[in-house]
């Protein structure tokens, strides 16, 4: 298709990377009209058929997907992409650098979850496919919905008229008890259960600190309007020690430092039992902003959202293909890929003990990806006799 559609023209959207948020992103196009649902793609053959099956049984014919347009398969992507207008990319994040460069080679609107890199490497090829998609004028709409969501638009709208004066510092959290942990089977190839396993992995998943708490650290470089020039940090293994864990920290803290000097705090853990949170405060020289909400320096609230908040995760579809159909400029892939990066910076600083610069950090010619991707290739970390997997050591560990 070309760069815009009619207001009637019927969209063709593809999916690729069939999980729970892939699953998500397409109810989400498909709950517009003139949109349709017309291939996936999955490197696992059950993936790719479960989700065409749930998705046909939700939404009946506005998912035509014949059996030739279920693609498995590590190369899958590309079969889905060239049948579609639209891309959903929803892989793990590993995947994303190659998967966004095709889709903006074949002339695709995109729409890619975030992160969308998990080192270096990967973080210069999204900035150079954004700028192709730029030149195509082609639409990338990315998965941080926060910007996307109306009680943190009107916070910042306050911060910016002066509401808690010039920025101080921010506090940026994701302290949970962790997600889900799948067991090695019999007969796995080590591919395979990491690929199964994907979320204990950096070169799929980038460590927690990338694939979660990424959502925090932009909504304080988005505030600030600024992105870290360096940082160090601590991190670890405490409670999610094991076998089934693999080689990432369970527990992250990093101090980011802007050009001006002013500190964004960083606290991103995987523990059960304890004391939780998710969210951003910013302190100011008058007071402190918080989504939804500003307190004065005595602890004052001097204001509250109180407006409609919406479902951020369907707002990001609404507007993609709002610019689609009438040909307005949209790409998050520049934004989306510099707070990824501050996640990968925070978690240099962290396996290393060093303190790191943001471009040392985009610079770095630490490729994670496997040399090859095959079901019998060597993904690249291996457990020990023990069965446990090596994790960074700090000062001594050049894995970054």
């Known amino acids: 298709m070309h760069a815009q559609a009619s207001p009637n023209a019927e969209i063709k959207i593809a999916l690729v990377g069939c999980g729970g948020r892939g699953s998500g992103a397409a109810a989400q196009s498909l709950d517009l009209p003139g949109t349709k649902l017309v291939a996936v793609a999955d490197a696992f053959p059950d993936n790719a058929q479960n989700a065409a099956n749930a998705l046909k049984q939700q939404f009946g014919d506005r998912v035509d997907i014949p059996q030739e347009r279920v693609f498995a398969g590590f190369d899958a992507y590309k079969g889905a992409i060239d ?59 990315c998965g941080l919905q926060r910007r996307y969501q109306n009680s943190y638009l009107e916070t910042l709208k306050r911060i910016e008229d002066g509401a808690i004066g010039d920025f101080v510092s921010s506090q940026v959290y994701w302290v949970s ?6 067991d090695r089977k019999d007969g796995m190839s080590e591919m395979e259960y990491q690929m199964r396993n994907w979320y204990y992995f950096n070169w799929i998943c980038g460590d927690h600190i990338c694939e979660q708490h990424v ?8 505030f600030k309007k600024a992105l870290p020039v360096k940082a160090v940090g ?5 409670k999610r020690v094991g076998k089934n864990y693999g080689e990432i920290y369970d527990h992250f803290y990093v101090e980011y430092t802007y050009a001006d000097g002013t500190v964004m705090n960083s606290q991103s853990r995987h523990w059960d039992g304890v004391w939780s949170k998710v969210s951003e405060s910013i302190a100011g020289t008058t007071g402190f902003a918080y989504p939804g909400m500003i307190k004065d320096r005595s602890g004052k609230v001097t204001w509250r ?9 369907q707002t990001e579809h609404d507007v993609l293909y709002d610019h ?5 400029p949209i790409n998050n892939a520049q934004y989306t890929a510099e707070s990824t990066l501050t996640a990968i910076l925070g978690r240099m ?3 290393t003990g060093a303190e790191v610069t943001w471009e040392q950090a985009l610079n770095s010619d630490l490729d994670t990806m496997p040399k090859s991707l095959a079901w019998d290739a060597d993904p690249g970390p291996r457990p020990g006799p023990d069965g446990m997997y090596p994790c960074p050591i700090p000062g001594s560990s050049k894995v970054a």
């Not at 002339?107 to 192709?132: C, S, T």
């Not at 689609?324 to 307005?328: L, P, S, T, V, Y």
């Open 324 to 328: 689609i159909r009438n040909d307005k």
């Open 349 to 351: 600083a962290c396996y």
């Open 215 to 222: 959502h925090n650290l932009d909504v304080s470089n988005w």
């Open 305 to 313: 959202f109180r407006g409609q908040d919406n479902n951020p995760y």
């Open 83 to 141: 049948a579609a207008d639209v891309v959903l990319l929803c892989t793990p994040p590993g995947f994303r650098p190659a998967h966004f460069e095709y889709a903006v080679q074949q002339g695709k609107h995109v729409f890619m979850e975030k992160p969308v890199a998990v080192d270096g490497p990967g973080i210069r090829k999204v900035i150079e496919a954004a700028k192709v998609a730029d030149q195509k004028k082609l639409k990338v709409v």
């Open 177 to 182: 008890g962790g997600v889900w942990v799948r």
């Open 234 to 238: 601590m991190g670890g293994r405490t």
